[in-house]
C-alpha cells in the first residue's frame, strides 16, 4: 500500500485525536504530526485544510476564531460529541484491524 | 513580510467560492503560511527561501484546490476510504474494475462456472428476442417506413376471426382517383409461381405488383431497374421481371449478366430487368417474395385477370405513402369518406365495408387476431426464457454467496480500513457486472450461431412451396440493447443480494464468527435460492412434459384416415390458361395412367384441402337442412366445412363409409346432385335420423343436394380438434381445375412419385406439378406448431434441469464445507456415516420439497396457456404433474449425494484441529 493511501485512510483519526483534549488551530495540528511522528508524516497546507474542512462539514469538529491580546485572530478546532463518537468507533475497527493483520501475518510466520 | 493573500486568492478563484467564506479561507491560510514563515526564518533560511518554500506547499500537487472544490463545493459526505481514489467517481469506478478483475481472475473456475451459466440464460433470451425482433419488431427494409400504411377493407362480418381483408382492385382505381393524402399508393397481389428449371417446375413465392410498388416503397434495384410505370403500362410491357437477390445467387450465379435473360413463370416468359436489394422482403419478413410481376390489366394470370375486374373480389394488398406533413388520421378521415362513397356507389359489394389504415410498421402478417396471436406467442416465449435466465442468476448467487464466505476476511479489513457500506456493495457489483458483461458477450455469439441453425432447421421443413426463409436474423442494435438489459438485470437479480450480504459484515464479526459455521442469514438467503430454483426449473420441466407427451399423442391419436402408404401430388392447369373441360380431360387421362402404375391398390382426386395439411384455403360455407332453409336467413346457418372429391377417395384416404355409398363416376355435373356427410354433421343436422336421402342446402351454391352418403369423422385442421361437420360434394359436379391427386400403393412411395410427376409431364410438361410428396409429408406443417413446442420447452426444461443440478450441488457442497466441524464432533461424539449423510441429504430434500411445493402452484397457473396447443392430454395432466416433480426430487438427491459421501468421510480429528 502506498504511502498517500495510508495517510488518507489514517488522517481523519490522527487530526480527531489531535484536538480530542483541546481545541487546537490548524498550523498546530499540522506540527504536531509533523512532530510526534518524528518527520515521518507531514500534512501541508494544501492538504490540511481541505481535511478540517472536511471534517468540520460532517460535523465531527467545530472551528472558532478566538482572538487573543497582540496576535491575529486564529480559527481553533474543537472535538464535536459526534466527533467523539467517530472517533471512539475509528479506534476501535482499527484496533481490530491490527489485529486482525497480526493474525494474518502471524499465521503466515507460523 | 511576503503578502499571502494575493497567492491564496489567485488559486481559489477558479472554485468561485461565496465571497465570504473565500475570504474566510483566505484569511485562515495567510496565517498558517505566515506561521511556517516564521518558523522557517527562525530556523536560519533567508526570506526569499522561506516564502518559495511556503508557496511550494502550497501549490503541492494542485492539492488544495482539488481538495477545496470537493468539500466546498460538492460537500459530500463520503468517509475518506482506502482506495476509493474518494476524488473522482470515475477513476474510483475503474478502480472497482481492476479490482473485481484482478479477483476473479485468481478464481478462474468460479468465474467460468458463472460466466457460462449466465451466458446460456442471457443467451436464451437473447436468441428468442433475436427472432421475435426480425418477426415483430424490426421497421420494414424501405426508405422511410415510419411513412407507410397498409390500407385494408374492414368487412361487417368476420371469416374465420377476420375482419381486415384485402382490398378488390376496382376498389384500389377508386382510391389512387379520389385519395390526395398519398403521394404514392401501390397494390400488390402474393401469389406463388411455378417457376421453369431444368430440373422441372418449382414453386417460389412472388407477387404480382401496380408499376408504382417499388418507387412507393423506395427501393431501387442494386442492379438494372425496377419497374416504372409508364413503361408497365405499354402493351406488351408487362413481360418483365425483378428477382430478389437470393434468386439471382441461386439461380443465376449472382453473375450481372443476368439482366435480358428470359424466365419461365405458370408456362409465360418474362425478362429479368433488375434484382432487389438483398434487405429487401418484400414486407413479408418470413415468407419474403423471390420474383416480382407487374400486375396489369391484359395479365396472363387467370385468377389475376378474375380478380382485376372484379369488385367483389378483396385480394390485392394495398399500401400507400403519406405526402409529408399528412398524419395517418388526416388520411384514415378521408379513407373513411371515400369508403362510404363506394358504398353508395356499389351497394352489391361494398355495403357495410370501411377502410382500415394501420401504419405498415406494425402489420406483421394480417391486422387484428392474426398479429395478436403472434404477440401472445411471442410473450409465451419470452417469459419462459426469462424463467431460464431467472434460474440462471438465482444460480450465480448461489455461487456468490457461498464464495462471499470464504471472502469474509477480505471484506472484514476493507470495511475495518474505513470501506463503507455503499462501497463493498459497488465493488461487489462491479464483480457481478464484470460476469454478466462476460456472460452477455458469449450470449451474443451463441445467439449468432442459434439464428444460423434455426433458419436452416427453418428451410430445412417440409413446406408447401420453396420458402427460403429469410428472417433476416441478425444481431441488431435492438438485439444488443436487449442484451445490455438482460445483463443488467441478471447483475441485479444474482449480484445484489449477495453484494448486501456481504456488506454488512463487519471486522468485528468477522473475528467473533472465526470461520465457524457461517452466518444464519446467509444460509437462509441460500436455502431460499435453492427453493426458487427449484420451484423456476420445475415449472420449465411441467411445460417441457406436457409439450413431449402432447406431441407422443398426437403419433398416437387417430386421424380418422390411413395416411401411411399414400403419396399426393397437386396440379393446376389453369395457371397454364386450361377451361374447365380441358382440365377434366387433363385429369382424366392422369387418372387412368397413375391407376394401371405397379403397386396402385387406387387413385382419387380432391381440391387442394387434404386433411391435415396447410394447404389451400379454407373457407367454412353456410349449410343448412334444405328443410330448415326458407325459415332461416343464409347468414345464420352453420359455417360448416366443405370439401370437393372424387370417385375411390374415401377407399383410397381410408375413411371409412358408415352408411350409403361414396361417389360414382356418374355422379357429374349432368347428374342429380349429391353429397356425402361425416358423422358429425349428421349427427348436428339429423339427430336420431337416417341422413341419406336427406337434403343440404349450401351458401353459396344455394340447390338442394341429397345426402347419399355417411362417412366417419377424421381429423382435419388439428389433431386436437373437436369433431367438425364437414360435407363432401362432388368433384365432378363442381369441377374444380385444380386438383390434388391420393395415390394408395401397396409398394414403395419414391418411386411412386416419380411416375406421377414423370406421367404429368408425358401428358402436358407445361401443367404445374405441385408437391409431389407422401401424405405424412404432407401432414408434418400441421403437427410442426406442437412439434416446434417440444422442442423448445424440452430445451428449456432441459437446461433448466442441469442449472438447477448444478444449483443444488453447489449450495448442498458449501453447506457441508461450512459444516465440517459441526460433523467432526458429531462424528467424534459417535454419529454413523449413515446418521451423517442422511443429516445432509434431508436438508436438501427439505429445500427440494419446499420447491417442489411453490413451483407446483405456479407451473398450474403456467400451463393453462399451453392448453390450446395440447393434444390428448389436459394442461393438468396427473402423469406430468406427478412425474416431473418426482424427477426433479431424485436428480436433487444425486446432486447432494457426492457432498454427502464427502461429509461421510470426515475425519474428526482433522476437521477439529482445522480450527
Known sequence: MSEIEWKKVSAEMLILSLVEARPRHGYEISQLIEQRSGGAVRFYVASLYPLLYRLEKRGWIQGRWVEKEGQRRRRYYRLTPQGKRVLASQRRGWRAFVEAINRITEAENA | MPDWKPEIARRLAPLK???????????????????????????????????????????????????????????????????????????????????????????????????????????????????????????????????????????????????????????????????????????????????????GSWLVPGMLVTGNYFDTLGVGAVLGRTFDSAGVAKPGGYAVAVISHSLWERQFGGNRNVLGKTIELNGNLFTVIGVAPASFNGLAPVAAPQIWVPLTQESWHVMVRWSLENRGANSVQVVGRLRPGRTIQQAQTEMSTIASRLAAQYPKTDKGHTIQLFPANQVRILPGEVDKTLYRASAVLMAVVGLVLLIACTNVAAMSLARAASRRKEIAVRAALGAGRWRLTRQLLTESLLLALGGGAAAVVMTRVANGEFVRALNALPLPAELNVTLGLHVDYRVLI??????????????????????????????????????????RLLSALVVAQVAASLVLLVCAGLSLRSVFNAYRINPGFQPRGVVTAQFAPNVVGYNASQAA???????????????????????????????????????????????????????????QVGPGYFRTMGIPILRGREFLKTDTAKAPRVAVVNQALARNFWPGQDPIGKRLDIGDIKKEWEVVGVVATAKYV??????????????????????????????????????????????????????VETLSQAMAPALLLPKLGVDFFGLAGLLGLVLACVGIYGVIAYSVSQRTHE????????????????????????????????????????????????????????????????????????????????????????????E
Not at chain 2, 488 to 500: E, H, N, Q, S, V
Request: charged share 20%; glycine share 6%.
Open chain 2, 482 to 523: 436487449f442484451t445490455m438489459l438482460a445483463v443488467a438485470l441478471a447483475t441485479m437479480l444474482f449480484g445484489l443480494a449477495p453484494a448486501l450480504q456481504a456488506s454488512r459484515t463487519t471486522a468485528a464479526d468477522v473475528l467473533k464468527e472465526e470461520g465457524r459455521g457461517g452466518s444464519g442469514r446467509r444460509h
Open chain 2, 718 to 771: 388439428t389433431l386436437g380438434e373437436k369433431p367438425r361437420p364437414l360435407v363432401y360434394l362432388s368433384i365432378l359436379q363442381t369441377g374444380n381445375s385444380s386438383r390434388s391427386i391420393v395415390v394408395r400403393t401397396s409398394g414403395a412411395t419414391t418411386p411412386l412419385a416419380a411416375s406421377i410427376r414423370r406421367i404429368s409431364r408425358q401428358i402436358d410438361p407445361k401443367v404445374p406439378v405441385l408437391d
Open chain 2, 17 to 199: 467560492l461565496d465571497p465570504v467564506r473565500e475570504a474566510e479561507i483566505t484569511e485562515e491560510l495567510a496565517q498558517h503560511l505566515e506561521d511556517r514563515f516564521q518558523e522557517l526564518v527562525s530556523r536560519g533560511a533567508t526570506e526569499d527561501q522561506a516564502q518559495r518554500t511556503a508557496l511550494a506547499e502550497l501549490s503541492d500537487e494542485d492539492l488544495l484546490t482539488k481538495g477545496l472544490r470537493q468539500v466546498e463545493q460538492e460537500a459530500p459526505r463520503k468517509p475518506i476510504v482506502l482506495g476509493s481514489g474518494g476524488h473522482n467517481f470515475l477513476s474510483s469506478l475503474w478502480q472497482d474494475v481492476r479490482y473485481s478483475f484482478r479477483q476473479l481472475r485468481r478464481n478462474p473456475g468460479f468465474a467460468a462456472v458463472a460466466i457460462l451459466t449466465l451466458a446460456l440464460g442471457i443467451g436464451a433470451n437473447t436468441a428468442i428476442f433475436s427472432v421475435v425482433d426480425a418477426v415483430l419488431l424490426r421497421p420494414l427494409p424501405v426508405q422511410h417506413s415510419q411513412q407507410l400504411v397498409d390500407v385494408y377493407n374492414e368487412i361487417p362480418q368476420k371469416i374465420l376471426f377476420i375482419r381486415d381483408v384485402p382490398l378488390s382492385y376496382p376498389e384500389y382505381e377508386d382510391l389512387v382517383r379520389q385519395s390526395t393524402c398519398f403521394s404514392g399508393l401501390a397494390a400488390y397481389y402474393a401469389d406463388t409461381f411455378a417457376l421453369e428449371r431444368q430440373s
Open chain 2, 585 to 643: 380431360t387433363f385429369y382424366d387421362t392422369l387418372g387412368r395412367r397413375v391407376k394401371r402404375l405397379p403397386g396402385v391398390t387406387s387413385a382419387a382426386f380432391s381440391d387442394n384441402l387434404l386433411p391435415l395439411t396447410l394447404r389451400g384455403l379454407r373457407r367454412p360455407t353456410n349449410v343448412t337442412p334444405s328443410a330448415m332453409a326458407a325459415s332461416l336467413p343464409e347468414k345464420q346457418w352453420p359455417l360448416v366445412d366443405r370439401s
Open chain 2, 823 to 914: 460433523i467432526g464432533i458429531r462424528i467424534a461424539l459417535g454419529a454413523q456415516k449413515r446418521d451423517v449423510a442422511r443429516m445432509i441429504l434431508s436438508r436438501s430434500l427439505l429445500l427440494t420439497l419446499a420447491g417442489v411445493g411453490i413451483g407446483l402452484g405456479l407451473a398450474l397457473a403456467v400451463t393453462r396457456v399451453l392448453a390450446d396447443i395440447l393434444y390428448g392430454i389436459s394442461a393438468t395432466d396427473p402423469v406430468t404433474f406427478i412425474g416431473v416433480p418426482v424427477l426433479l426430487v431424485l436428480v436433487a438427491l444425486l446432486a447432494s449425494y457426492v457432498p454427502a459421501r464427502r461429509a461421510t468421510r470426515v475425519d474428526p480429528v482433522v476437521a477439529l484441529r482445522n
